[in-house]
């Protein structure tokens, strides 16, 4: 009973003195952030920027489309079929002009 009871006590004790530094630095996670944003160069910000663009232009054409296509669901026939073609056309249409514009935006960034 008393062996049962020292390991115990020593895996907690052995547990706690390892939590203890990882609780302390997961609450400093930001600060490495705020310093590493500071350094960035003006190329990464440009990137940066292209790629959230870019994220930005995809998420609206997947929204629009999927409006698109739940509208014509109610449709029947011929009109639902010419619909969720135009639906399609519209989300490659803006997927593409996305991609030409990131790609314009990264070669307009500044070099090295």
Known sequence: MKRILTSAVLCLTLALS???P??????NKNSGKKAA???MSPRAE??????????????KANDDH?????AATGKKGK???????????????ALAAAKKAKADCVKAAPKK
Request: net charge positive; with cysteine.
């Open 18 to 20: 390892l939590a203890a």
């Open 46 to 59: 440009a990137l940066k920027k292209c790629n959230d663009d870019y994220a930005a232009a995809v998420k």
């Open 66 to 70: 999927q409006a698109a296509v739940k």
């Open 37 to 39: 944003a500071a350094k």
């Open 22 to 27: 990882a609780a302390q630095a997961s609450q």
């Open 79 to 93: 009109d639902r079929a010419k619909a969720m073609k135009a639906a399609n056309k519209d989300k490659a249409d």
